[in-house]
């Protein structure tokens, strides 16, 4: 962790719980509007921040005293609203070092982003937002450290399938105070599960595809007492996987063929939804209709770059796309290929993030002064040998290895441009994984040059464990695979190492599930490669 006052547990409990009924106490709110007089808590989908910079970060809520309204507007209506925040250097809120005024904005679903400046490089601040006579829940946010720093604590997570199970995992990791945590994608999920077995039903009960059905899926998810925790207590960045908007999807190219035109209106809708509810840079991430920039760089000082990078809005349609002999059920999307059936997955042409992220990520890459380089990823980079009904060595074409030459760029450029430490983290196949990442995986003496580390699911159901077994052989570079819990990754980091946590709950059908270590891997400064601990 940076040199920060981490609150104990207890103070942390006992901020995010606080009511908000109570009268606005603060002298600093006293030359604001006096506010609406509400009927509903209008701070009941919580609080969140986000997106640090060394003197600031983003402060978000959104506005909803009738959450579960019908129409999706949470019970808002009429123009933007002014809402005030105030920021402190302690958790009770008693120093409180600057406030004013932050707008929910109708157009985006009455949601409040406000890009804070002006505060202190390296540590922790608390917030709150207050209308009337409502407060909200007081909310941990940091600023980035200056070079120097030392010691940072992080989690990341994937895959929260609200039908599956209770976010207990959120809850466990937020208790762990951690400085900030990592979304790597699937957030949600847009579907509705009719076949496997489910404890909570999904809003709506099918698939999203309009932003009024996409606003209350994130709703839903957002009244998850243990994620409305994990925000208010813990600042966050954010990436996306293809459930924010359909499953393996890729650019404009949905997995069901539909028109692209109309894709990229659903696209747009699910965009909206994310920028709404994430606590994402109010500027730089604002959608423009189906397009909105989300990949972005963080400098922890020099201790740790993290490059944020989006494997979906610009990646290549994936390879043999819509070919119905293909499809394996799956229409279009990810499904297995052998590279002599399918040519076009050997096309240098074809990119998993497209021309433009590559040439940002490779001289963020080159030029990076941090002792560790963090590429946080949502989906498998390292490439994993499959066998496809027929014994055929095959790929999924979902993941890096429907993009071989895309990846092969990549660690041609690592190996060239040696950034200290590269470690890539990822989401998406809701298993554990450690792997050594190379120019040529098919080579014995090809040299590891980076690491990946791959967390399981919050709550999704994990690959089949003893086929996926089976792989291994084929993948000498694989050092670790389990399928088999629900879980997140707590990294502890140094300059002199990594050290990874994998972090399983016992039963995501019991809401007091209990939290414990499945296995841990250390990467030591200057040897690439993740280690058994
Ligand atoms: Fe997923």
């Known amino acids: 962790m940076v040199d920060y006052a981490v609150p ?77 925040y105030e920021i402190a250097t302690d958790d009770s809120m008693h120093h ?19 890009q804070v400046h002006g505060l202190r490089p390296g540590r922790p601040y608390w917030y709150r937002f207050t209308s009337g006579r409502a ?28 039908e599956y199970g209770y976010f207990s995992p959120y809850r466990h990791a937020a208790e762990e105070n951690p400085d900030f945590g990592i979304f790597l994608g699937d957030y949600i999920y847009e579907y509705a599960d009719k076949r496997r077995p489910t404890v909570r039903t999904h809003s709506g009960g099918k698939e999203c595809v309009t932003l009024a059905e996409y606003r209350a899926r994130y709703t839903q998810y957002r009244l998850d007492p243990n994620l409305r925790f994990l925000h208010a207590t813990t600042p966050s960045l954010a990436t996306w996987d293809d459930h924010e908007v359909q499953n393996d999807y890729a650019d404009k190219w949905g997995e069901d063929f539909q028109d ?102 490779f001289e963020g890459l080159a030029t990076s002064k941090a002792k560790w380089n963090l590429i946080a990823n949502d989906v498998l980079m390292a490439r994993l040998h499959q066998k496809n009904p027929a014994g055929e060595d095959a790929f999924w074409t979902d993941d890096w290895d429907g993009y071989p030459a895309s990846r092969t760029r990549l660690m041609l450029h690592i190996a060239a441009s040696k950034p200290s430490n590269p470690v890539v983290i990822t989401g998406d196949i809701h298993s554990f994984w450690a792997n050594d990442l190379k120019v040529d995986f098919d080579d014995p003496k090809s040299p590891t040059i980076a690491s990946e580390l791959v967390g399981t699911s919050i709550t999704s159901y994990g690959p089949p464990y003893e086929l996926f077994n089976t792989f291994l052989p084929n993948n000498p570079h694989v050092k670790f695979f389990d399928s088999r819990k629900r879980g997140y990754v707590m990294v502890d980091l140094t300059r002199e190492r990594l050290s990874a946590r994998y972090q399983v709950v016992s039963d995501i059908t019991d809401p007091n599930a209990s939290l414990s270590t499945l296995a841990s891997f250390v990467v030591e400064d200057g040897k690439p490669g993740p280690v058994a601990a």
């Open 96 to 114: 409180i070092v600057q406030h004013g005024a932050a707008l929910a904005e109708a157009e985006f679903g009455y949601s409040v982003h406000k």
């Open 260 to 361: 692209p035109k109309a894709f990229l209106e659903r696209r747009a809708a699910a965009y909206q939804t994310f920028y709404e509810f994430m606590p994402v840079k109010p500027v730089f991430s604002r959608p423009h209709g189906p397009n909105m920039r989300l990949y972005d760089r963080y400098d922890f000082g020099d201790l740790m770059r993290v490059d944020m990078i989006d494997g979906r809005q610009y990646r290549s349609r994936e390879a043999c796309y819509g070919d119905p002999a293909k499809k394996e059920g799956h229409g279009g999307g990810g499904h297995q290929e052998t590279p002599a059936a399918c040519l076009e997955l050997l096309d240098a042409s074809r990119s998993m993030i497209g021309l433009a992220q590559e040439k940002w990520l």
């Open 135 to 162: 407060q909200s829940t007081i909310g941990r946010a940091m600023t980035l450290p200056e070079h120097g720093a030392d010691k940072l604590r992080f989690a990341f997570f994937s895959c929260s399938h609200y």
């Open 8 to 84: 104990s547990r207890r103070a942390l409990l006992k901020s995010a719980a606080l009511s908000t009924a109570g009268l606005v106490a603060s002298p600093a709110l006293g030359k604001l509007p006096a506010g609406p007089s509400w009927s509903g808590d209008p701070f009941s989908l919580g609080v969140a921040a986000g997106a640090p910079s060394l003197d600031g970060f983003v402060l978000w809520t959104r506005l909803a005293p009738d959450p579960l309204a019908a129409g999706s507007a949470g019970g808002m209506h009429g123009p933007s609203q002014p809402i005030a």
